[in-house]
């Protein structure tokens, strides 16, 4: 069990956001060593001792008490699984981060047909707004759906036509 709290403190000292069980198990799991069971037991009891914390119903984050036992303790944690639980931390926190930058919304207008808001941007301010319309629900979900997907290429594909060099009347 030592282990399993071990590496919780570790995968919960490299999270950006709080997470739910499922997915500290999800970024913990490494190997077949780690049970679900194990994490649910090893969790409410990081919570009594005071290393980790709920937050925003059954989400967790670390604390300060957490982060001064992972410090100490962290060497503990095989490195193969160290380096695999640092990369699966690294995909959702990139993940997480992107999602707060790319936005979409969808609205249906009095006329029946949709609008879909679109925007990516930056920690400053928008890089890109657009509005868009779609003349079914089913349309504008794939039109915000793709945008998520593809926000930066079309952010560069726009900037890349709107940029190039003028073109000569002959």
């Given at each position: 069990?030592?282990d399993?709290?071990?590496l ?45 914390e ?16 992972c ?6 944690v ?9 990369a ?10 992107r ?11 009095e ?30 979900v ?24 003028p073109?000569?009347?002959?």
């Amino acid at each position: 069990m030592l282990d399993v709290k071990l590496l919780i403190l570790y995968v919960m000292s490299r999270v950006m956001y709080p997470i739910d069980m499922q997915k500290i198990y999800e970024l913990a799991y490494q190997d077949d060593c780690l049970s679900y069971f194990d994490l649910a037991q090893a969790v409410p009891q990081m919570v009594d001792s005071g290393h980790l914390e709920k937050v925003e119903g059954e989400r967790y984050q670390i604390t300060e008490k957490g982060r001064e036992a992972c410090a100490v303790t962290e060497d503990a944690v095989p490195y193969p699984v160290m380096q695999r639980a640092q990369a699966a931390v690294d995909r959702f926190n990139r993940a997480v981060q992107r999602s707060s930058f790319v936005k979409t919304s969808i609205r249906q207008r009095e006329s029946g047909d949709y609008t879909v808001c679109l925007s990516l941007n930056d920690e400053v301010s928008d890089l890109l707004r657009m509005e868009l319309m779609a003349p079914t629900q089913k349309h504008a979900v794939r039109l915000a759906s793709a945008f998520k997907e593809n926000a930066e290429t079309i952010y560069r594909m726009i900037m890349d036509q709107l940029l190039a060099a003028p073109k000569e009347d002959t």
